[in-house]
């Protein structure tokens, strides 16, 4: 009597078999063009880390001189040893800090929704360094960008554009 755990394990068996044979009966070319897909892939992958690694070190680091200053200048604020106007002047200069903080994310917001750009922005007034990865150098690209930027501006600001390859 042939019950139902016995016509599983038998159908199970036989899928198997047929695409172990399958398998071992397939042509070498179309492993080997299997083989060259997953290559590409994997290496498409492997460039896009590496670039947003490389942004994000940027990042980082300049996030890094940022908290340093912003800490020493909250330490500065809580200090009884300032008059008031230098309390003041110090709370300026961390509204500023976080002013450009929120500029430089709005600017590469900007960059990848209009151009469709990883980019990495510096502001340090009156220059603003902006960092694309992008394989090709295009001076209208280059152009575009510095008009964008220098949109949010009154007044000339000094705007270098570079670009480094995937």
Same mark, same amino acid.
């Given at each position: 009597?042939?019950?139902?755990? =016995?016509?599983?394990?038998? @159908?199970?068996?036989?899928?198997? /078999?047929?695409?172990?044979? !399958?398998?071992?009966?397939?042509?070498?070319?179309?492993?080997?063009?299997?083989?060259?897909?997953?290559?590409?892939?994997?290496?498409?992958?492997?460039? %896009?880390?590496?670039?947003?690694?490389?942004? @994000?070190?940027?990042?980082?680091? %300049?996030?890094?001189?940022?908290?340093?200053?912003?800490?020493?200048?909250?330490?500065?604020?809580?200090?009884?040893?300032?008059?008031?106007?230098? &309390?003041? =002047?110090?709370?300026?200069?961390?509204?500023?800090?976080?002013?450009?903080q929120g500029k430089e994310e709005n600017f590469e917001k900007k960059l990848k %929704?209009?151009?469709? /750009?990883?980019?990495?922005? &510096?502001?340090?007034?009156? =220059?603003?360094?902006?960092?694309?990865?992008?394989n090709e150098h295009d001076k209208v690209?280059?152009?575009?960008?510095?008009? /964008?930027?220098?949109?949010? !501006?009154?007044?000339?600001?000094?705007?270098?554009?570079?670009?480094?390859?995937?």
């Amino acid at each position: 009597m042939i019950n139902k755990q =016995n016509i599983w394990f038998m @159908t199970l068996f036989s899928l198997i /078999l047929v695409l172990g044979v !399958y398998y071992v009966t397939m042509p070498n070319e179309t492993l080997e063009k299997i083989k060259i897909q997953t290559e590409k892939q994997n290496s498409q992958e492997k460039d %896009k880390i590496e670039e947003e690694y490389s942004l @994000t070190a940027l990042r980082v680091s %300049k996030e890094e001189q940022r908290k340093e200053k912003m800490e020493s200048l909250e330490t500065s604020l809580t200090s009884d040893n300032l008059s008031t106007e230098e &309390k003041n =002047n110090t709370f300026e200069l961390l509204k500023y800090l976080n002013e450009v903080q929120g500029k430089e994310e709005n600017f590469e917001k900007k960059l990848k %929704k209009e151009f469709n /750009l990883d980019c990495y922005t &510096k502001i340090d007034d009156p =220059n603003i360094s902006v960092i694309c990865i992008s394989n090709e150098h295009d001076k209208v690209l280059a152009n575009n960008i510095m008009k /964008l930027i220098q949109k949010e !501006y009154n007044e000339p600001m000094n705007i270098t554009v570079k670009f480094q390859k995937n």
